[in-house]
């Protein structure tokens, strides 16, 4: 099979396209045919090598997490997913590749209606975003601020918290405040700006802070809510002012609590952008643009074209 393979770590040119053997599915394993891959930002920082104590790498490596396709092969023990089924979740042996091996609970099927690219966009913001967001514990009728609100991870968190009738300020470019605000929620610049804007948007104050852009976002919030009413995803140093910290591992994920967003997905009640989508040969210029730490929506990765899959 065609995979995108690193044999050391290093800028984005490190990709090779190159032809591997295929895997198989073992007792309790799933065998996916990828349609598309999701680029997430935690993958670069794993191709930089920034985390190799974390998630040690063997090369030549696949790199990759989060994919949409259709089951090619379950192993002995598996009666869930079936052969034929459209699938989304997360793939420990490395989605930017024909084919993944996986286990069925971290993936779930897709909805007749939801287009594979439009699925693959949903794993990883919305299960963070539902992890995070329990830490964070916020009410109907709170006012919590969201920074990087145009994110992936950001605006899932700003749909789940609106659904839920809080009232969300969001920090975002100027270029995203109008999607911010399509999104449900007030939007506020980040930086130097964000304290001065947030007295204007919620001149009562604020209950609580959800963190996905880090930058001394977390510090900020000290000045108007309780540590423990802030939660970040990114500034783990944080833990020492009494941050809350939403840690996971990513490689562990059970997909299938995420039926329920994407049925909010084909209702038209819950989206991630689709940020892009580049060939398989661009996963290079994929990390790039990840790494520019602007991007609205989630970038994909089209592998291939599955016959009858609605990618
Ligand atoms: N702990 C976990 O379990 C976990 C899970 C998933 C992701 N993460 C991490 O969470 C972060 C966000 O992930 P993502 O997938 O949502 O990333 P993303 O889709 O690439 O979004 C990045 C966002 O950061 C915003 N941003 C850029 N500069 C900023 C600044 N100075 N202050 C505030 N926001 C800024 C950008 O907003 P503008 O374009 O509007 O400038 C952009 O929307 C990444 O660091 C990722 O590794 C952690």
């Known amino acids: ?24 599915a073992g007792p309790g394993q799933v065998l996916v045919r990828v349609a598309v891959a999701a680029v997430n930002p935690l993958d670069a920082k794993i191709r930089g090598g920034a985390l190799s104590s974390m998630f040690p790498t063997t090369f030549p490596a696949v790199l990759g997490n989060e994919i949409a396709g259709v089951v090619e092969a379950v192993g002995a023990g598996v009666t869930e997913p079936s052969v034929g089924e459209r699938v989304v979740g997360f793939a420990p042996s490395g989605g930017y590749a024909e084919l993944v091996v996986t286990t069925p609970d971290r993936v779930v099927r897709v909805p007749d209606a939801l287009p594979l690219t439009k699925a693959a966009t949903i794993p ?32 899932a968190a700003v749909q789940l918290l609106t659904a839920a009738g809080v009232r969300v300020i969001g920090t975002a470019s100027e270029v995203n405040h109008d999607y911010v605000r399509a999104l449900g929620a007030t939007p506020v610049r980040y930086g130097d700006h964000l304290i001065a804007d947030l007295a204007l948007a919620a001149p009562d104050g ?23 009413r802030i939660v970040t995803i990114v500034d783990f140093a944080a ?3 009494g941050v809350q910290i939403a840690a996971g591992d990513p490689f562990a994920v059970d997909a299938r609590s995420l039926a329920p967003v994407l049925d909010l997905a084909v209702q038209g009640r819950f989206a991630t952008e689709v940020a892009g989508v ?5 996963v290079a210029e994929a990390h790039r643009r990840s790494e520019d730490g602007h991007l609205r929506g989630k970038l994909l990765v089209h592998v291939a074209d599955i016959a009858g899959a609605n990618a």
């Open 206 to 228: 604020v209950d609580a802070a959800f963190d996905a852009g880090g930058r001394g976002f977390a510090d900020q919030m000290l000045t108007l809510v309780e540590p423990a």
């Open 124 to 155: 990883t913001a919305a299960e963070t975003a539902q992890r995070a967001l329990a830490l964070l514990d916020a009410r109907a009728g709170e006012t919590v601020v969201v920074n990087a609100a145009a994110g992936s991870v950001g605006s």
């Open 1 to 24: 099979m065609k995979a995108q393979v690193i044999t050391r770590f290093g800028e984005p040119e490190v990709f090779e396209a190159r032809e591997v053997d295929s895997p198989s």
């Open 278 to 282: 580049v060939p398989f040969d661009g």
């Open 239 to 241: 833990a020492r002012l």
